[in-house]
């Protein structure tokens, strides 16, 4: 939803009896929609995706509206995932009341993310996706545009894996 010319989250964000996350990377047509694509794939292959809300975003401007890079979809679609409807979307400090995780591909995204938040609380729901993936080496899941299109499954499988363990981790906090 646009208002005032600032994407807006929808209502259903407000749900709090879903476990809520977003994903968030520089501009919402690479990482961030391919870890949506693979986290809304587990969820429902696990039975919970009644139980879940997922959205990404992007710290920038530069691509709201638009579709996930075509090597996103490729990726994403050769490796059985669906992304087709994303559309990119900046991301916005309210948005910390509105989620209980906000994830973060690299190190400068999590400074920007952290620089949005007000409490405690905020601070807390913000962290990088390789911290949950304990063989992950380094710290940030590299930004594939400036590559090579191959370069694009080599990042989805890295995504795959820390969304795994993420997922993994935060499924009993979706049981009923």
Same mark, same amino acid.
């Given at each position: 939803?646009?208002?005032?010319?600032?994407?807006?989250?929808?209502?259903?964000?407000?749900?709090?009896?879903?476990?809520?996350?977003?994903?968030?990377?520089?501009?919402?047509?690479?990482?961030?929609?391919?870890?949506?694509?693979?986290?809304?794939?587990?969820?429902?292959?696990?039975?919970? =995706?009644? !139980?879940?809300?997922?959205? &990404? %975003?992007?710290?920038?401007?530069?691509?709201?509206?638009?579709? /996930?890079?075509? *090597?996103?979809?490729?990726?994403?679609?050769?490796?059985?995932?669906?992304?087709? =409807?994303? !559309?990119?979307?900046?991301? &916005? %400090?309210?948005?910390?009341?509105?989620?209980?995780?906000?994830? /973060?591909?690299? *190190?400068?995204?999590?400074?920007?993310?952290?620089?949005?938040?007000?409490?405690?609380?905020?601070?807390?729901?913000?962290?990088?996706?390789?911290?949950?993936?304990?063989?992950?080496?380094?710290?940030?899941?590299?930004?594939?545009?400036?590559?090579?299109?191959?370069?694009?499954?080599?990042?989805?499988?890295?995504?795959?894996?820390?969304?795994?363990?993420?997922?993994?981790?935060?499924?009993?906090?979706?049981?009923?």
């Amino acid at each position: 939803m646009r208002q005032n010319g600032v994407v807006t989250i929808d209502r259903e964000f407000a749900d709090a009896t879903r476990f809520r996350v977003c994903f968030v990377c520089t501009g919402n047509i690479c990482r961030s929609p391919m870890a949506q694509a693979v986290f809304e794939h587990l969820a429902k292959k696990h039975g919970v =995706a009644d !139980r879940l809300l997922v959205a &990404s %975003a992007g710290i920038s401007e530069y691509h709201v509206g638009e579709t /996930a890079d075509p *090597r996103t979809l490729i990726a994403l679609t050769d490796a059985g995932y669906e992304a087709s =409807a994303h !559309r990119a979307k900046q991301f &916005s %400090a309210q948005w910390l009341d509105s989620f209980d995780l906000v994830i /973060a591909f690299d *190190r400068g995204q999590e400074r920007a993310l952290r620089s949005l938040a007000r409490t405690d609380e905020q601070h807390s729901k913000i962290r990088l996706l390789l911290s949950f993936d304990p063989d992950a080496t380094g710290q940030d899941v590299p930004d594939p545009y400036y590559s090579e299109d191959a370069f694009f499954g080599t990042v989805l499988h890295q995504i795959e894996t820390a969304v795994g363990r993420l997922f993994r981790q935060i499924q009993p906090a979706m049981r009923p």
